[in-house]
């Protein structure tokens, strides 16, 4: 089994900084490890979205609304990847779920509370 735990998040002001932290950990992790890792965010009453993606060759994709101001990385040997969030807005509040993809599915964290506000 695997098991995907994040770190990080918060309170913080506009314009502001927060990182996010996750590792994924067990027996497949340790053996395949990911395809790709990264992160979704679900606001109230809203769906699930990718915020940021990266694969294991270092390939990001990033959610428009977020390109320029987060930054995705990942350590393949550990299997875990930070989100780097700056100028932080309102509209970036969410739960942010991190994300691990083998070939056949996908494992998510708990989810940490992002909260945006002055």
């Known amino acids: 089994q695997v098991q995907v735990a994040e770190s990080g998040g918060g309170l913080a002001q506009p314009g502001g900084s927060l990182r996010l932290s996750c590792a994924a950990s067990?027996?497949?992790?340790?053996?395949?490890?990911?395809?790709?890792m990264g992160w979704y965010r679900q606001a109230p009453g809203e769906q699930r979205e990718l915020v940021a993606e990266?694969?294991?060759?270092?390939?990001?994709t990033y959610a428009g609304s977020v390109k320029g101001r987060f930054t995705i990385s990942r350590d393949n040997a550990k299997n875990t990847v930070s989100l780097q969030m700056t100028s932080l807005k309102p509209e970036d509040t969410a739960v942010y779920y991190c994300?691990?993809?083998?070939?056949?599915?996908?494992?998510w964290g708990q989810g940490t509370q992002v909260t945006v506000s002055s």
């Open positions: 994300n691990a993809q083998t070939p056949t599915r996908d494992y």
């Open positions: 067990g027996i497949i992790a340790s053996i395949a490890g990911f395809s790709a």
């Open positions: 990266i694969t294991r060759i270092g390939v990001t």
